[in-house]
């Protein structure tokens, strides 16, 4: 069965910087999206939500709101009043990270074989994916996709070869292996191909079955904050929690 190379699924990091330059030339986008929302004012603040350049969060005692604006992603945690374009210190790295998920994937190569290379030490796994493109088989909704060729699949515990089955609307159905150590596998498009729209069911030998509705988008924006407003007006709230996972405090 084929496997995935994760590095050559990532853009060098120098079209990641290249997107956040572009982005930063363009003060006037100073608004913000909703990409987490705990505590007393979740349902003000819900997921997915835009905030105009002139609004303010007011946030009570145990709100924990993450935003994401033209600098990245940043948690906001009450009590207080947080204006959108309010200044904040943020490292480059974060920034850079956030600009990276923008990056839509290309030239995957897959190879056939076993992982190679000395034994995968065990490991707790990891709580989300690093890649808005990656599709967590954890979780069910809507799934934004950029190239229905470069659809893949992730799997948070990756040290034992994991196996699953992907089932389209009319009953067709697909195998999937993760090799050991691996925690990406391509969608298998041969046999069950990606069609806009389209729902699917997956499921593991010991886990529930997984809805998972395909939403092809005919653009994509370079920048964060773009793509954060694209997720949310598609309905892609799991790919808004992956860019929530990149936040700093602030």
């Not at 210190?89 to 994937?105: E, H, I, K």
């Amino acid at each position: 069965m084929p496997w995935v190379d994760a590095a050559k699924l990532r853009k060098p990091l120098a079209l990641a910087a290249g997107a956040l330059a572009l982005v930063a030339g363009h003060a006037a986008m100073a608004q913000a999206v909703v990409v987490r929302s705990t505590g007393p004012s979740a349902a003000q603040y819900p997921m997915g939500k835009k905030l105009p350049a002139s609004g303010t969060l007011a946030l009570k005692a145990g709100d924990h709101v993450t935003v994401i604006d033209k600098s990245g992603t940043r948690v906001l945690n009450g009590p207080g009043a947080f204006p959108v374009t309010a200044a904040v210190s943020r490292d480059q790295a974060g920034a850079l990270a956030v600009a990276q998920m923008a990056t839509v994937p290309g030239g995957a190569r897959v190879r056939t074989g076993a992982v190679r290379g000395a034994p995968v030490p065990a490991a707790e796994p990891a709580s989300g994916p690093d890649s808005i493109w990656y599709l967590d088989v954890t979780k069910g909704g809507t799934f934004c996709v950029a190239d229905p060729r470069q659809v893949v699949l992730w799997r948070p515990d990756a040290v034992e070869t994991g196996m699953g089955k992907l089932t389209g609307a009319d009953g067709t159905s697909a195998d999937v292996t993760w090799n050991a150590g691996n925690p990406l596998k391509l969608w298998p498009s041969d046999t069950l191909p990606i069609i806009d729209g389209q729902s699917y069911g997956f499921r593991n030998p010991v886990g529930r079955t997984v809805a998972i509705k395909i939403k092809l988008l005919a653009q994509v924006p370079t920048d964060g904050l773009g793509m954060a407003s694209l997720l949310a007006d598609s309905g892609c709230t799991a790919q808004l929690d992956v860019m929530a996972n990149s936040a700093v405090g602030g």
